[in-house]
């Protein structure tokens, strides 16, 4: 498997990162060294070997459906705010997407 | 001071031979001498760590004192700490001072009473076999300053074996604490997955992270983990399971001890000199009454290839948060939302992040995920059943952490799959979730330590440190330290 450029630029766009053809180009090499070591996989016949998520044959844990935390005052909001790039009472800001 | 073990400094600090706020003093006195040149840590704030120290001495002058109240530790810039910059090693987290602290710290510090020394230097994102991927900078390897730490604890490494810190907590996804440990003559414990709680760490490969401890001794690393480790109920991968005296089986003898030799451990691919010195420790054991056992992982060539499409798949789902909105990094031109996204994880991510978050995207796209992902988790379960296999003909198993001692600064960094592959024997104890150890057990003719690796079965952390500690009485690797810091 190698993949092209475009491609490169594909998942480039697809993970929302911005890349330069010139980087794109770089990063293509690299990524193929990358896949021809994972290729060595693809040999194993794995008919019927069941997926492993976890070491432990453990469920998600669920937790009841209920509120836990309150905010009346803001103060958490805020102090999860203030690490925020820009936020106007309380919201995030973003560009606008919807004109 | 600076070489006392964890048990020595709580003494000292029980019998009032030393304030907690002295012992503090006496490490940040050493950070501020030696960190320009090591890097190890990347933020250190003196007024912070001193004012622990004096709550610590408090508790202990009102006789609350636990076996670590009062004794300095580094923290991996990966666990969110309050009020602490946080930046796991990236330009995105630069400026992100965590507005909570992780379990591993509320155990650690507000629990247990430790004070922490500052935030210790990284691969971005846990990313990296050689601490070279920071946005901080490399850290230096106090065994060789033109050497790599290892990675991705490099600066955790650095600090404990320049005697910046007496211990410090690490993350292992492949390695992250086992190769740094073998690469700065440390003793390092990734825990059996689910043993340590994840809230609060910033996360890499979410069924593979696990936090454990690096220190100087396996009996540091006991009294650490049975303060970092419990259930929580905020992770929810944490395993419900009660408390565990991690030190109680120190100094039961290793006699009838039966330890595992996978023969694909003992094959091409390690370095002659470490071979040499894992050898030497295997004849050690068998003086001490082991009894050696060839076992096989016929799987383990396969464990980096599935390594590699599992991490990145889960990094790249896991780094799709960093966005520019709620916290962290955001570009400061952009024309329109999907233009700010793009240019703010373009500028706020180095090279190896990147990349791996582009093959992560790759693997799970559209018509890949049963080829990749699924197919690594289907090998994931081949190499789970091989260790299976081999516990149930051995107790413990040995081999090389690292096939090499420290490599050069930029030696690698140019090739991903070279790097890679320094973690061969480590990261299949990961996919498995099993609890894995490094310990010293010789230097190359460079004078570089040398790692071997203690694999043990699930939750069997206690038996695994005292087969460690067993080694360590017999032994003084461990007690080695670099030239010019002695």
Not at chain 2, 44 to 68: C, F, H, M, T
Not at chain 2, 298 to 321: D, K, Q
Request: net charge negative; glycine share 8%; aromatic share 8%.
């Amino acid at each position: 498997m190698s993949l092209t450029l475009s491609e490169v630029e594909r998942i480039a766009h697809l993970a929302r990162i911005e890349i330069g053809s010139a980087e794109a180009e770089a990063c293509r090499d690299q990524l193929n060294g990358i896949f021809a070591l994972i290729e060595a996989m693809q040999a194993v016949d794995t008919a019927g070997v069941p997926p492993m998520a976890h070491a432990q044959d453990v469920c998600q844990r669920l937790r009841e459906d209920r509120v836990t935390h309150h905010d009346p005052d803001g103060r958490w909001r805020d102090r999860f705010q203030a690490v925020a790039p820009e936020t106007e009472a309380g919201l995030y800001l973003v560009p606008k997407v919807i004109e | 001071m600076i070489h006392a073990s964890l048990k020595e400094l709580a003494a000292a600090l029980a019998a009032k031979s030393i304030s907690s706020v002295e012992l503090t003093r006496l490490y940040l006195d050493r950070i501020a001498r030696l960190n320009p040149e090591l890097n190890a840590f990347i933020t250190v704030d003196e007024e912070k760590s001193l004012a622990a120290a004096r709550a610590a001495d408090a508790r202990i002058a009102a006789g609350q004192a636990g076996p670590l109240t009062g004794i300095p530790i580094a923290q991996k810039d990966i666990f969110c700490a309050e009020g602490w910059r946080t930046t796991c090693a990236s330009k995105m987290l630069e400026n992100f001072v965590s507005p909570y602290d992780a379990t591993v710290v509320v155990k650690l510090e507000r629990e247990a009473g430790m004070v922490s020394l500052g935030k210790a230097n990284m691969d971005e994102f846990a990313m990296g076999s050689s601490n070279e991927t920071s946005y901080f900078g490399p850290v230096r390897n106090p065994w060789d300053r033109a050497r790599v730490p290892g990675g991705s604890s490099g600066g955790s490494a650095a600090a404990v074996a320049a005697r910046l810190a007496p211990a410090a907590t690490g993350t292992d996804t492949g390695g992250s604490i086992r190769q740094p440990a073998a690469l700065c003559n440390l003793t390092g414990l990734k825990p059996t997955y689910g043993v340590v709680s994840r809230y609060g760490m910033i996360a890499f490969a979410s069924s593979l992270d696990q936090a454990g401890p690096m220190a100087r001794s396996a009996e540091d690393c006991a009294l650490l983990l049975t303060a970092m480790a419990g259930f929580d109920a905020q992770d929810s991968t944490s395993l419900e399971r009660p408390a565990e005296d991690y030190g109680r089986c120190l100094g039961q003898p290793l006699k009838g001890l039966k330890i595992g030799l996978p023969k694909e451990f003992f094959g091409d691919g390690c370095g002659a000199e470490v071979m040499a010195a894992v050898q030497a420790a295997i004849a050690e054991y068998q003086r001490l009454g082991a009894e050696m056992v060839e076992v096989s992982l016929p799987n383990s060539h396969l464990a980096v290839p599935a390594y590699y499409v599992i991490a990145p798949a889960e990094a790249s789902s896991n780094l799709s948060r960093f966005d520019g909105v709620r916290y962290g990094y955001r570009a400061p031109e952009y024309a329109d939302l999907n233009d700010m996204y793009a240019k703010t994880r373009a500028q706020g991510f180095g090279a190896e992040v990147k990349r791996r978050i582009l093959i992560g995207t790759y693997v799970l796209s559209h018509g890949y995920y049963d080829a990749y992902y699924l197919q690594a988790q289907r090998i994931r379960r081949l190499i789970a059943d091989d260790f299976a296999r081999a516990f149930a003909r051995c107790d413990v198993i040995l081999g090389p952490t690292s096939p090499s001692t420290a490599f050069k600064q930029g030696e690698k960094a140019a090739d991903p799959v070279q790097m890679y592959l320094s973690d061969i024997y480590t990261i299949a104890v990961n996919l498995a979730g099993l609890p894995g150890m490094s310990l010293p057990c010789g230097f190359d003719a460079q004078g570089l330590p040398i790692g071997m690796q203690l694999i043990g079965n699930y939750f069997d952390e206690a038996r695994l440190l005292n087969v460690a500690h067993g080694y360590q009485l017999a032994t003084d690797w461990h007690q080695r330290i670099p030239a010019g810091l002695e």
